[in-house]
């Protein structure tokens, strides 16, 4: 297929888009560079450098068979204290991503979503039939294009699927997280372990856990990039499907600095601090719907290995 990925200079992004490639698909990354880096576009990819909303519709009208949309504001806190960029750069701009697909006949859309579009859940593990409250702004931008997403679908015969990802983490070779501001549990753990900040700050131990800090559900960018491929290649015109994609297995806060440190061999101090705002207890995905419809299979689950992919990037200065 010939498909454009946008975001592709960033991290899901970029790994998906090699992926893509490596399967033998024709592709063409458009990234801002807002936040992405031109040297995580994979080789061989032509790179198309500037906004979405006005590079997608001259693009599309090349003729693509589908749009693997990556490209997203995706900072919680800031999208609490700067709403508009998140309703302008997610909403506004996917809107005109849709038009020009609608314009030039582009049949498939993947897109990148999020696990913030559950909130605060009733009950884990999280299914795709769960109610979507999302508590910040980040995820309801999110949800919003999904909205916009099955209106596509219904009118206009959109192949749509929407993915919705738990805690993305590890490397793929040269491509793995390059976060100017990192907000992100294992590298931050991983820079602690680097030297590169003094030690890691738990945010609460008194959470109703096992061991009084959060739990997440780590999935490996190398597997959530086998997914985005599946989807590209079973989505259904007139439909908008819509997946989790985690490894069904939660981890603690203290469970991955530990695994952090034996991956490491170094001691990483870490400290108790106040709880994050916005931040659930538990957030585990039932990845069931995308194991038996898209047939996807994890095979990076264990935390040890997300854990040393990410290390091999990050101790190999290729996350500065
Ligand atoms: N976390 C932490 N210290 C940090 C960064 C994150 O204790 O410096 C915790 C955070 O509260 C959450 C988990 O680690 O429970 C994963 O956070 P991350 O920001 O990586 O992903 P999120 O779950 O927010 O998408």
Request: one cysteine or more; aromatic letters at 8%; glycine letters at 10%.
């Amino acid at each position: 297929m010939k498909l454009v990925v946008t975001g592709g200079a960033g991290y899901v992004g970029s790994v998906s888009a090699a992926r893509l490639v490596e399967a033998g698909h024709e592709v063409v990354v458009v990234d801002d560079l807002s936040t992405g880096h031109a040297d995580a576009v994979p080789e061989g990819v032509r790179f198309v450098e500037g906004d979405i909303a006005e590079v997608a519709g001259p693009l599309l009208a090349e003729g693509f068979d589908g749009v693997l949309h990556c490209a997203a504001k995706s900072l919680v806190g800031e999208s609490m204290q700067d709403p508009a960029k998140y309703w302008n750069g997610n909403v506004v701009t996917s809107l005109r991503l849709l038009e020009a697909m609608r314009d030039n006949g582009t049949q498939r859309l993947v897109f990148s979503s999020t696990a913030a579009t559950y909130g605060e859940p009733e009950q884990v593990p999280i299914v795709e039939t769960a109610p979507t409250r999302p508590t910040n702004t980040y995820g309801a931008t999110k949800l919003a294009i999904d909205f916009a997403i099955t209106s596509f679908a219904n009118a206009h015969g959109l192949a749509g699927v929407s993915l919705r990802y738990f805690n993305v983490a590890g490397a793929y070779g040269a491509y793995g997280e390059r976060h100017t501001v990192e907000t992100h549990l294992i590298p931050i753990v991983l820079q602690v372990a680097l030297g590169r900040r003094e030690k890691v700050q738990m945010y609460g131990d008194d959470w109703p856990t096992e061991d009084g800090t959060c739990i997440r559900d780590y999935i490996h960018v190398l597997d959530l990039a086998e997914a985005h491929l599946l989807a590209m290649e079973n989505a259904k015109p007139g439909r908008h499907s819509i997946y989790n994609l985690g490894s069904g297995f939660g981890f603690s806060v203290k469970q991955v600095i530990d695994t952090c440190r034996r991956v490491t061999g170094h001691e990483i101090p870490a400290e108790v601090a106040p709880r994050r705002a916005g931040d659930p207890a538990v957030l585990v995905a039932s990845s069931e719907r995308a194991r038996q419809e898209l047939g996807w299979q994890p095979k990076h689950e264990d935390l040890a290995s997300i854990v040393g992919d990410a290390w091999a990037f990050a101790s190999a200065g290729r996350g500065d």
